[in-house]
Protein backbone atom coordinates (compact mmCIF):
# COMPACT_ATOMS: atom_id res chain seq x y z
CA UNK A 1 0.00 0.00 0.00
CA UNK A 2 0.86 3.34 -0.93
CA UNK A 3 -0.45 7.30 -0.18
CA UNK A 4 -1.61 7.05 -3.92
CA UNK A 5 -3.82 4.00 -2.24
CA UNK A 6 -5.38 6.80 -0.20
CA UNK A 7 -7.73 10.25 -0.73
CA UNK A 8 -7.86 12.63 2.13
CA UNK A 9 -11.50 13.31 3.14
CA UNK A 10 -12.32 16.53 4.36
CA UNK A 11 -14.96 16.06 6.48
CA UNK A 12 -13.67 13.17 8.36
CA UNK A 13 -9.79 14.56 8.45
CA UNK A 14 -9.45 11.61 7.47
CA UNK A 15 -7.14 9.53 4.49
CA UNK A 16 -9.64 7.32 3.34
CA UNK A 17 -9.12 4.18 0.79
CA UNK A 18 -10.43 5.22 -2.76
CA UNK A 19 -13.15 1.63 -2.72
CA UNK A 20 -14.70 3.94 0.19
CA UNK A 21 -15.20 6.64 -1.96
CA UNK A 22 -16.28 4.71 -4.94
CA UNK A 23 -20.23 5.00 -5.64
CA UNK A 24 -22.15 1.76 -5.49
CA UNK A 25 -22.90 0.19 -9.09
CA UNK A 26 -26.23 1.27 -10.42
CA UNK A 27 -27.19 0.53 -14.25
CA UNK A 28 -29.24 2.79 -15.43
CA UNK A 29 -31.77 2.56 -18.03
CA UNK A 30 -28.78 3.88 -20.95
CA UNK A 31 -27.23 2.10 -24.34
CA UNK A 32 -24.34 -0.12 -23.24
CA UNK A 33 -21.37 2.55 -24.76
CA UNK A 34 -23.09 5.15 -22.30
CA UNK A 35 -22.68 3.16 -19.35
CA UNK A 36 -19.67 3.79 -16.71
CA UNK A 37 -18.82 1.49 -14.38
CA UNK A 38 -17.76 3.01 -11.03
CA UNK A 39 -13.89 1.53 -10.27
CA UNK A 40 -11.31 2.76 -8.06
CA UNK A 41 -9.64 3.90 -10.97
CA UNK A 42 -12.33 6.04 -12.36
CA UNK A 43 -13.08 7.42 -9.05
CA UNK A 44 -9.26 8.81 -8.72
CA UNK A 45 -9.53 9.91 -12.47
CA UNK A 46 -13.05 11.81 -11.93
CA UNK A 47 -12.41 13.43 -8.20
CA UNK A 48 -8.78 14.54 -9.57
CA UNK A 49 -10.17 16.16 -12.72
CA UNK A 50 -12.83 17.89 -10.53
CA UNK A 51 -10.57 19.42 -8.23
CA UNK A 52 -8.55 20.57 -10.71
CA UNK A 53 -11.79 22.34 -12.59
CA UNK A 54 -13.10 23.63 -9.48
CA UNK A 55 -9.66 25.29 -8.89
CA UNK A 56 -10.02 27.04 -12.23
CA UNK A 57 -6.74 24.77 -13.50
CA UNK A 58 -6.28 23.74 -16.70
CA UNK A 59 -6.41 19.38 -17.11
CA UNK A 60 -4.47 17.05 -19.58
CA UNK A 61 -5.77 13.03 -19.58
CA UNK A 62 -2.88 11.65 -21.09
CA UNK A 63 -2.83 7.28 -21.10
CA UNK A 64 -2.70 4.25 -23.09
CA UNK A 65 -6.04 3.09 -25.08
CA UNK A 66 -8.38 2.04 -22.91
CA UNK A 67 -7.34 3.98 -19.68
CA UNK A 68 -10.63 5.76 -19.71
CA UNK A 69 -9.78 9.82 -21.04
CA UNK A 70 -12.88 9.63 -22.96
CA UNK A 71 -15.55 8.37 -20.52
CA UNK A 72 -13.68 10.88 -17.84
CA UNK A 73 -14.09 13.56 -20.19
CA UNK A 74 -17.57 12.20 -20.60
CA UNK A 75 -18.52 11.91 -17.58
CA UNK A 76 -17.14 15.48 -16.21
CA UNK A 77 -19.16 17.25 -19.22
CA UNK A 78 -22.46 15.68 -17.61
CA UNK A 79 -21.36 16.37 -14.25
CA UNK A 80 -20.29 20.68 -15.16
CA UNK A 81 -23.50 21.72 -18.10
CA UNK A 82 -21.83 24.71 -18.17
CA UNK A 83 -18.56 23.14 -20.03
CA UNK A 84 -21.34 21.67 -22.86
Known sequence: MSYYDY???IKENAWVPWEKLTPEL???NLAF???IIPTEE???YL???KTLLNCHMHVINCGDTGTGK????E???NTY???R
Open 33 to 35: EEL
Open 26 to 28: KIP
Open 75 to 77: ALI
Open 70 to 73: TITC
Open 7 to 9: AVD
Open 47 to 49: TVN
Open 42 to 44: STK
Open 81 to 83: PAL
